[in-house]
């Protein structure tokens, strides 16, 4: 079973700002061996649900429904920097963050998949966004392999300026896409005004769009994005049609 704690740097940073009846933020510690759906269905606004080193398989078909939740997903990383916490889908995003005004956080986690048996192309092996907000740093996509879906690693699709998916400091490679490899961005109107989502200090390397009129690495539309301190190599499109 995972097991709640509150940090010392929590109790630090909150208790000047504690009141009678509120409540802390935890931290939900899981290992390989918990259920890592229970644990993200059991955090509450503010909580950390922390991933022990570990492989972390989903249930084919399933996904973490991350609605309604501000929470932040955590993994662990090595001494060398390399992600020790790696979750696994199967026909099925691991996160799915929809219609909700909380904004999730993802960081240093790892993911990979396969979705090859799934109706539509709104299914990304790693993160769905729809009318939402995520921001994503320090993390993996790693041989993300969604050929029919637009986006094989992640899909935001949004009306707002502000339902977007923030990127820093992450690794997408190996992944393949209909659209992009790795980030495929949607905004349904071109009302609201204009925005740029950024990607900063993120390296992309080897993913591969199959239509032609995709991005290897990125596609967005009528969102722009804004790229900074990022590499690509050997991304490619259309090898179909």
């Known amino acids: 079973m995972f097991h709640r704690f509150v940090s010392a740097s929590m109790i630090l940073c909150l208790s000047a700002l504690w009141l009678p009846g509120s409540t802390m933020a935890d931290v939900i510690v899981v290992t390989p061996n918990d259920s890592l759906t229970d644990a993200v269905q059991g955090a509450q606004a503010g909580d950390v649900v922390q991933l022990e080193a570990g492989d972390y398989h989903l249930p084919q078909g399933e996904s973490l429904v991350t609605t309604g939740k501000e929470i932040l997903i955590r993994g662990t990383r090595g001494e060398d920097g390399a992600w020790l916490s790696r979750i696994h889908s199967n026909d099925a995003s691991a996160i799915v963050h929809s219609g909700t005004a909380a904004e999730l956080e993802l960081e240093d986690l790892a993911f990979t998949g ?19 907000r995520v921001f994503v740093r320090d993390c993996l996509f790693d041989e993300c392999l969604a050929p029919t879906q637009d ?23 190996d992944c393949v896409g209909l659209y992009a490899g790795g980030i495929y961005q949607w905004k349904t109107s071109t ?18 769009a199959e239509d032609p009129g995709g991005g290897g690495a990125i596609y967005t539309s009528r969102y722009g994005a ?10 490619s499109a259309g090898l179909i049609g």
């Open 114 to 132: 396969v979705v090859d048996d799934v109706a539509g192309t709104d299914t990304p092996v790693a993160l769905y966004v729809y009318r939402g």
């Open 151 to 173: 986006g094989a690693a992640v899909q935001n699709i949004g009306v707002n300026t502000s339902e977007l998916t923030l990127f820093y400091d992450c690794t997408f490679r």
């Open 191 to 208: 009302m609201f005004g204009d925005t740029r989502w950024p990607v900063e200090n993120c390296l992309f390397e080897r993913n591969r």
């Open 226 to 235: 804004r790229v900074s301190d990022s590499v690509f190599r050997e991304n």
